[in-house]
């Protein structure tokens, strides 16, 4: 009897652990699907690769920035869909995918590139994703697609150096140039301006008794005048 107790005892404790098991299996299992369900509707780019370096996520935000990108990433990528991203390589858009793998591999903490890819750009980042074991599991990649942004840097870059030039020719230049905004008020006035109405302050103040040739930038053109 005393044995038959023991193994009812044993049997008892393993099918509470047994139930403890479950109970935490589902815990976590709800909490993933909790995680899985935020990023499903994140504005962010997010996907999930594997240790091999397989897409098993992508979150719908994701799949339609590579949908409005499948056009120009074809032309570097011929077999790529977006439809087809999650179990598809992670490492198919790096140049050397068997480098970018090991790179995964190796991955330990964050880290963050900037890409060309098919005439856009786009900045990843990748994060290990580590169980509380401090096993690997995979590895996080948010995308940014900065094509937009990149491009009207450097249209203002181009326009900057355009004004840059027009400056420097009219600050060379022989003529008396002043500029006026809309409003008016004086942005800019070349060498050649400022030196004709320093030699003149004083005639000009018979006029205008406040008026002073250094501080002439930033005031109203209507300085010029007496009402």
């Known amino acids: 009897l005393l044995a038959i107790k023991r193994v009812q005892t044993r049997l008892g404790f393993e099918f509470a652990e047994t139930v403890r098991r479950a109970n935490e299996s589902e815990r976590l299992r709800q909490i993933s699907e909790r995680i899985k369900q935020a990023l499903d509707v994140a504005a962010a780019n997010v996907m999930l690769a594997d240790l091999d370096g397989k897409v098993v996520y992508a979150n719908q935000s994701c799949l339609r920035m590579f949908e409005a ?42 880290h963050s590139e900037q890409m060309e890819l098919g005439g856009r750009t786009f900045r990843l980042g990748y994060n290990p994703v580590i169980d509380a074991s401090g096993q690997r599991l995979g590895t996080v990649i948010e995308w940014l697609d900065r094509t937009d942004e990149v491009a009207a840097a450097e249209a203002e870059r181009r326009i900057a150096a355009a004004n840059a030039q027009v400056k420097q020719a009219l600050d060379s230049c022989s ?53």
């Open 69 to 110: 990108a499948q056009t120009a990433l074809r032309t570097k990528l011929p077999t790529f869909y977006a439809a087809d991203v999650i179990g598809a390589d992670a490492c198919q858009f790096h140049p050397d995918a068997r480098a970018q793998r090991q790179f995964l591999t190796d991955l330990r903490q964050a």
């Open 175 to 227: 003529t008396n140039v002043m500029i006026a905004d809309a409003n008016n008020n004086i942005i800019y006035t070349n060498k050649a301006v400022d030196d004709m109405l320093a030699r003149n302050e004083a005639k000009l103040r018979q006029a205008l008794p406040h008026f002073d040739a250094r501080q002439i930038k930033g005031k109203n053109f209507d300085v010029f005048h007496k009402n």
